[in-house]
């Protein structure tokens, strides 16, 4: 896709100099970059595709990996259990995904993409899962180490946290 549809491409400013004054706000700032231009991937890959940014990361997934389970699909995900079974039925009354159930265990239940569900896929803007969790991806694990501890930190400073937040979606990728 070429650079000038994305709306993400719209203020692509170099990363800020080491030199800068760093404070709690310049921080804060770019959390809201961050989460900000998060949402505006999300929405516009809603635009573009039909459905929402955490459905088509699933499409992904069950690309990758045809016939997960409920479960193994949440895994990936980082979601719980049940927001993933929430997400796989919307997906399946859109015709995108299919259920099967094994015939050794009735109660397995594995995931496929539908034709539809692969050529929407295929239509679909990237990246599939995200550009937070892509950008995620791409860091190397001595980066991603020292960024969990960081902000495993920062969250130890919050007075009030409720780690179930960990295993639900974005708000703005439902």
């Keep these: 896709m070429p650079q000038s549809q994305n709306p993400l491409n719209k203020s692509a400013e170099k990363p800020a100099e080491n030199n800068r004054q760093v404070t709690p706000l310049s921080v804060l700032q770019r959390f809201r970059v961050l989460i900000r231009t998060a949402q505006r991937h999300s929405q516009w890959i809603e635009r573009q595709s039909g459905v929402t940014g955490a459905q088509l990361w699933a499409l992904q997934?069950?690309?990758?990996?045809p016939g997960l389970r409920v479960g193994e699909l949440a895994n990936c995900m980082a979601l719980h259990q049940s927001t993933a079974s929430n997400m796989i039925d919307r997906l399946e009354t859109g015709g995108l995904i299919r259920k099967e159930r094994t015939s050794a265990d009735q109660r397995v239940v594995r995931l496929y993409l539908t034709t539809?569900?692969?050529?929407?896929?295929?239509?679909?803007?990237?990246?599939?899962?995200?550009?937070?969790?892509?950008?995620?991806r791409r860091l190397d694990e001595d980066d991603l180490l020292r960024l969990q501890n960081e902000l495993?930190?920062?969250?130890?400073?919050?007075?009030?946290?409720?780690?179930?937040?960990?295993?639900?979606p974005l708000p703005f990728t439902e």
């Excluded at 539809?116 to 995620?136: F, Q, V």
């Excluded at 930190?153 to 639900?168: R, S, Y």
């Design 152 to 168: 495993d930190g920062l969250l130890h400073k919050i007075k009030v946290l409720d780690d179930g937040f960990g295993m639900q």
């Design 116 to 136: 539809e569900g692969e050529a929407l896929l295929a239509r679909a803007p990237s990246p599939a899962r995200g550009i937070l969790p892509e950008a995620l």
């Design 61 to 65: 997934e069950l690309s990758e990996a």
